[in-house]
């Protein structure tokens, strides 16, 4: 099965370390395979410097493409990741 | 005398020449450099693991400087070394240090031009992800700093035949401990649930962990011996001046004992004493001990070594590989047992072993636990697609291999399982255009002692469980049965029980628990009706001398007369008033 969702980045940190982190995380529990998209670019999700390349800043559209028989529940764990606009903001102080 | 104690893991004992992995005097470390080395040939296999040492290094650094950083300056400072730790073990970065690793170069080259690809991508995008380039540079100079003070060395150098000694053995060295090079382990710390310990018995490699700052006083170049079954190391140099370690010697005597042929009890009867293993390569040595077939073949070994479930493929060449060990007869392949203290390992890796798994094995443990109590056979029901390709794998191996397969169903606790799983393999076989192979059931709940005989109705083969039997019949966790006392009566009437089904329905009955490698439980066992005895490769020829000549029917009647006992104190006397 694969499931395909484009989705708007509100998580206040865009796709940076941490949902980055969130990301891989969320992915290990799933099988299906995971690719984010943006800018014309791919990023595996399980890879944190792949996801971190895509410089990825809040507002920003991202594709979710999954393949796997559990596709759509990944999709939807990392809806809930790149969509948490209530992230804590100990890391404001990011450039 | 040096002789020291630590913890067993695995089975088996082994001796040769010592060799320490760690604070190697002799070894220069290799400048860190970045480039600018001469183009040396290098040994792709062996800079792949410098490679992996010297992340494991790092990796270690990280998650102590970690929780300091949590305690010290809170959670942002925890954060970037988390991020670090992410970008360590991503598989972006391994696949390019394992391209330049390929390609010829040395492990701190690889890793500083991979690190230096990632460090132009991010700056190339810029903005947050360009301050990102930092925590890179930062990256590399840590895993730089972890190449030269990394003195250890290459488990690859190991002598043939040596035992290897070191602090704690990584991972990345266990994964390729191959038990034709190395003849046991020694550590001075480790645990028998670590990473490293599941990998060293999935090789059959035996080894010793956890013994003390002791172990240093066996040094390099000594002839050490290692006995996995009793957690002991001895310095075998010495020898002549300590006379309180004939063990080792027992083990190697027997190795040559010829024992290639059937044991027969007084009155004729063949009992077969085969093998428990783990793998092909222990089912060879089991072979080579004179075991007669493989009574038990522990499948989850398999997942452990993979890091995962292989594939249908990589199943198919071990059980043909273990079926292959022993031309003409019987091949006793376990499906998964999972759940219980076995939990299944989550993390999939590549099946050339070439990227070992690097997660922390208590993730699969916890993951486990929220998978609910499913244990063996009714764990694999529930995962259909994943038993499928099991019995299909076992189904071709069946067909390829020289031995008789038979597929051993764990943890069975109704007549359902067996009838369903059976559906399932006959299934499977008729897809892959083979007979099916017969079917056996372990006898190892309580629940399946009570149905004996319905459960001997629908399978062509009963195993009895000691292990596990034990510990539910008194309620016991299977963590810690040492202290368990088998001479109760609910476990003796339990054997006599699962024994005189086994004889009503006319199925062969075979004992593979911890038990059977016991003498006068070996005894006990025939006498009741056991027709084969399962033990580890090195226990095979005392067992088969337990039993030979084996006169039945006075120690039948006297174990009988032991299960109708109503206290452990009868049954003691009732077992003891002979010659057993």
Not at chain 2, 47 to 58: N, T
Request: glycine share 10%.
């Amino acid at each position: 099965m694969t499931i395909e969702r484009v989705i708007t980045v509100t998580h206040a940190e865009g796709l940076h370390a941490r949902p980055a982190r969130e990301i891989v995380d969320a992915t290990s529990d799933y099988d299906a395979d995971v690719v984010l998209r943006s800018n014309g670019r791919d990023a595996r999700a399980t890879s944190p410097l792949e996801l971190t390349a895509l410089g990825v800043e809040p507002g920003t559209e991202v594709e979710i493409r999954a393949d796997g028989p559990d596709a759509s529940a990944a999709v939807t764990a990392i809806t809930a990741v790149l969509t948490d606009d209530d992230a804590d903001t100990t890391v404001a102080s990011e450039s | 005398m040096t002789r020291i104690a630590g913890t067993g893991v695995g089975t088996g004992s082994g001796d040769g020449p010592a060799f320490w992995l760690d604070h190697h005097p002799n070894i220069t470390p290799e400048p860190a450099g970045r480039g600018g080395e001469a183009a040396e040939a290098t040994d792709p296999a062996r800079e792949l693991e410098r490679f992996e040492r010297g992340r494991d290094a790092a990796l270690a650094e990280l998650e102590a400087e970690q929780a300091q950083a949590a305690a010290a300056i809170g959670a942002t400072g925890e954060d970037v070394l988390a991020t670090h730790e992410s970008f360590l073990t991503d598989p972006a970065l391994e696949e390019r240090v394992e391209a330049e690793i390929d390609a010829g170069a040395p492990a701190p080259r690889a890793v500083a031009s991979a690190i230096q690809d990632w460090i132009d991508v991010f700056e190339e995008q810029g903005g947050r992800t360009a301050a990102r380039a930092d925590d890179l540079r930062d990256l590399r100079g840590r895993l730089l700093r972890a190449f030269s003070s990394d003195t250890r060395r290459s488990i690859q150098d190991a002598p043939r035949g040596a035992v290897v000694l070191t602090t704690r053995l990584h991972p990345s060295e266990a994964a390729r401990l191959d038990p034709d090079v190395v003849a046991g382990v020694a550590c001075v710390q480790g645990s028998t649930s670590g990473h490293a310990a599941i990998l060293a018995r999935a090789a059959g490699v035996p080894m010793v962990v956890d013994a003390g700052p002791e172990l240093h006083r066996f040094q390099s170049g000594h002839q050490v011996a290692i006995d996995a079954d009793r957690g002991l190391i001895h310095d075998q140099s010495e020898d002549g001046r300590d006379d309180d370690a004939p063990a080792m010697h027992d083990v190697a005597a027997t190795k040559d004992a010829s024992t290639n042929t059937t044991v027969r009890t007084a009155a004729g009867r063949a009992v077969r004493v085969g093998a428990n293993v783990g793998s092909g390569t222990e089912a060879a040595r089991a072979a080579e001990r004179g075991a007669d077939g493989i009574v038990l073949f522990r499948s989850e070994v398999l997942a452990y070594q993979h890091g995962g479930i292989p594939d249908v493929e990589t199943q198919t060449t071990a059980y043909r590989d273990a079926l292959d060990a022993f031309p003409g007869e019987q091949g006793v392949i376990r499906t998964f047992d999972f759940g219980g203290d076995k939990p299944r390992p989550t993390t999939q890796v590549a099946d050339d072993g070439g990227t070992p798994d690097q997660s922390r094995p208590g993730e699969g443990a916890s993951e486990q636990d929220r998978e609910g109590e499913r244990r063996g056979i009714e764990r694999s029901l529930a995962e259909p697609a994943e038993f499928d390709a099991q019995l299909r794998a076992l189904c071709r191996a069946s067909h390829q291999g020289s031995g008789t397969l038979v597929v051993l169903l764990p943890h069975v606790t109704g007549v359902e399982q067996v009838v369903d799983a059976r559906d399932r393999l006959e299934t499977v076989a008729m897809e892959e255009g083979v007979a099916p192979p017969n079917v056996g059931a372990m006898v190892e709940t309580p629940a399946a002692v009570l149905q004996a005989a319905d459960i001997a109705g629908v399978a062509e083969y009963l195993s009895l469980g000691t292990n596990d039997l034990l510990a539910g019949l008194l309620g016991r966790s299977r963590d810690a049965p040492d202290d368990i006392d088998p001479g109760t009566p609910a476990f003796l009437r339990s054997l006599v029980m699962t024994a005189d089904a086994a004889l009503d329905e006319g199925v062969p009955l075979s004992c593979c628990g911890e038990l059977a490698r016991d003498p006068a439980w070996a005894r006990r066992f025939v006498a009741l009706g056991v027709d084969a005895l399962g033990v580890s490769p090195r226990d095979v020829a005392h067992t088969k001398d337990a039993v030979a000549d084996l006169a039945v029917p006075d120690l039948r009647e006297r174990v009988r007369a032991a299960a109708d006992a109503r206290t452990n104190s009868e049954v003691r006397r009732r077992l003891s008033g002979g010659t057993t």
